[in-house]
């Protein structure tokens, strides 16, 4: 076990404590645990990328949203989310060549996330965000995503009108169920089965749907005007490979591009240069196999495997 995994752990046991006490307040405390992310991370190379930009900011509920802006202003967009504990500089291997190419990328960072104010994030949060971000832009041409951002990025697509929809999307290693995350969290910090049934209900309390009403692959499905590429390892320790599949079953027009070795964070060369051909000329890598519609919606189902294999959004509780 590592110290990490300690830490939560021990957390774990102390919601664990309360939960004898006020099952309802343990929920409460596990799911505020659940959307606090870990604190920046800002490596040099990546506040230099993030200092080229030009800032668009976005003042959302009274906090300020960095937005970051490269290349020509007239360009064509190309909107990214990444995941849970990344900053905007994750998008620094993508960014020369698309703005070579003429195009415009505009990345943000949420809250508690890379340059915005420290605070909590949630899913509905995240989809309120990158909507109104969207809205405000005008919509985008192109879409690069990963996880966690990239799950909520579809939700926010999904609710667009279709004027305002890209003609191509990146879709990387992104969940499908958002109930299987909270399991795996759970899991993670031995918490008692009754302060998972308090989250879900402090859950729809707060947003009026149930957990299972959060679900990538439905909203998938109302996305068959965006020609999708799916991209995940199948041997992704952090996000089970079975939620791209069950994604990508849902949504008519994508294509599944499988690259064993590259991990949840697919920051290979190889994938990179996948990314590009795709986005700049709509390319798919010869192995990716294409949902034209004659595949079955794969049910929801959240498997002992999943959760024996997967630690959750990201690395940060594993």
């Given at each position: 076990m590592t110290s990490r995994q300690l830490l939560f752990r021990t957390v774990g046991a102390g919601i664990n404590a309360v939960s004898y006490v006020s099952p309802k307040i343990a929920g409460r405390l596990a799911f505020h645990l659940f959307s606090k992310p870990p604190a920046p991370n800002i490596r040099p190379k990546e506040r230099a990328f993030l200092d080229t930009a030009t800032r668009l900011d976005i003042s959302w509920e009274g906090m300020n949203i960095p937005v970051y802006s490269w290349g020509p202003p007239a360009g064509k967009v190309v909107f990214c989310a990444y995941g849970w504990g990344?900053?905007?500089?994750?998008?620094?291997?993508?960014?020369?060549?698309?703005?070579?190419?003429g195009y415009r990328?505009?990345?943000?960072?949420?809250?508690?996330?890379?340059?915005?104010?420290?605070?909590?994030?949630?899913?509905?949060?995240?989809?309120?965000?990158?909507?109104?971000?969207?809205?405000?832009?005008?919509?985008?041409?192109?879409?690069l995503c990963h996880s966690f951002g990239g799950g909520c990025l579809i939700e926010a697509l999904a609710g667009l009108p279709p004027a305002l929809h890209p003609k191509r999307a990146v879709v990387?290693?992104?969940?499908?169920?958002?109930?299987?995350?909270?399991q795996v969290f759970t899991i993670s910090l031995g918490l008692r089965p009754i302060i998972f049934e308090e989250m879900q209900?402090?859950?729809?309390?707060?947003?009026?749907?149930?957990?299972?009403?959060?679900?990538?692959?439905?909203?998938?499905?109302?996305?068959?005007?965006?020609?999708?590429?799916?991209?995940?390892?199948?041997?992704?320790?952090?996000?089970?490979?079975?939620?791209?599949?069950?994604?990508?079953?849902?949504?008519?027009?994508?294509?599944?591009?499988a690259p064993s070795g590259t991990g949840h964070h697919l920051g290979t060369a190889g994938v990179t240069r996948v990314v590009l051909t795709f986005l700049k000329e709509g390319t798919l890598p010869e192995s990716a196999r294409i949902n034209h519609g004659e595949l079955e919606p794969l049910p929801a189902m959240i498997t002992a495997e999943d959760l024996a294999s997967s630690g959750g959004v990201s690395d940060y509780y594993t």
């Open positions: 990344y900053n905007a500089g994750r998008w620094r291997h993508y960014v020369p060549a698309l703005t070579e190419a990328v505009i990345a943000f960072d949420p809250p508690g996330h890379g340059l915005a104010p420290s605070s909590n994030t949630d899913y509905p949060k995240m989809v309120e965000i990158e909507s109104t971000i969207l809205r405000h832009i005008g919509g985008c041409e192109l879409v990387m290693a992104v969940f499908s169920e958002v109930k299987w995350i909270f209900r402090y859950i729809q309390n707060r947003s009026g749907r149930k957990l299972e009403e959060f679900d990538v692959a439905l909203n998938a499905h109302h996305l068959s005007d965006v020609k999708a590429l799916l991209i995940h390892d199948p041997e992704d320790k952090v996000t089970a490979f079975r939620n791209s599949q069950r994604n990508h079953s849902h949504w008519v027009n994508s294509a599944l591009y």
